[in-house]
């Protein structure tokens, strides 16, 4: 079982970069891709990016396509985020999780072991 932590949100204005962290516990978590989710008050969990086990794939919501850079550390059991250009409607506490599904989904029963999320607000 993987235990994920989330770091590195804060307050950014707009047009400005944050990177977020993904720290992970046990020793399978090279075994799994991995993905970025974000949540607003109100709404649903919606999918960010995800990043295949050996790092060899991406992919990305369009919203934050061009945008946001998903990356990993095997080595070091670390996900990262880097989030380039940031607007106000990227405000969100951001999630990473363990992808259980299919290559390619985007839904969040597919995913699992989620952390406890880090805030991120882009002030306008």
């Known amino acids: 079982q993987v235990q994920l932590v989330e770091s590195g949100g804060g307050l950014v204005q707009a047009g400005g970069s944050l990177r977020l962290s993904c720290a992970a516990s046990g020793r399978t978590f090279s075994m799994y891709s991995m993905g970025w989710f974000r949540q607003t008050p109100g709404k649903e969990r919606e999918f960010v990016a995800a990043i295949r086990w050996r790092a060899v794939s991406t992919y990305y919501a369009d919203s934050v396509k061009g945008r946001f850079t998903i990356s990993r550390d095997n080595a070091k059991n670390m996900l990262y985020l880097q989030m380039d250009s940031l607007k106000p409607e990227d405000t969100a506490v951001y999630f990473c999780?363990?992808?259980?599904?299919?290559?390619?989904?985007?839904?969040?029963?597919?995913?699992?072991?989620w952390g406890q999320g880090a805030q991120v607000t882009v002030s306008s």
């Open positions: 999780a363990t992808m259980r599904g299919a290559w390619g989904t985007t839904t969040t029963a597919d995913f699992a072991s």
